[in-house]
């Protein structure tokens, strides 16, 4: 009888558990180490990168006019293929913004994840998403709770074309219905 390594306990956390109750150990390293590896939804990702020239358009919210700002985005795959990292950096209200997504794919999972940081914020937002459209779209519906708020707003990351993608962001209006509040449109430089 064979048994999972001790060096992949800490990278196998609560996630091999299951895998052991389901057969020999042997079996169990084998399942987890599949699971570790990138597959095709990795690649999915992996064609969203590539750096970017954007225009931003905010909608009017809160009696401010809607506006439209340029941006750069920066996308490349990150620690050897198994996670998209897209730096996005624009200028608002006089200030530089960068905020980092990173997208992933969780095989024992088997659905994409978000992870987002901003310079603007202390605050990281994750959550799990669906994969559309054999990987051109990426939906992800995210719970918030601030201390002055809890909202769940939807983020869409959708390739339009060869070189292209846009990045949408729906939050909740006062009734709590999706309104579109800002949509980047990304164009691959040549």
Known sequence: MRILPLSLLPLAGLAALPL???GNAGDATARYLALTRPGPHHEHLAAFAGSYDARMRTAQIEGRPASETKATVEARMILD???LELEIKS???GRTM???HILGH???RERPTQLVLSNQSTAVTTGDGVCEEHGKTLRFDV???TPTAKMT???VYRRTGEGEFAIATFMPDKEGKPFLMNEMLCTRRK
Do not use: I
């Open 20 to 22: 052991l109750a389901q």
């Open 81 to 83: 293929g198994r996670f």
């Open 91 to 93: 200028q608002g209200d």
């Open 98 to 100: 960068t905020v980092l």
């Open 106 to 108: 969780d095989n024992a």
């Open 143 to 145: 719970f918030v709770e």
């Open 153 to 155: 707003y939807r983020t």
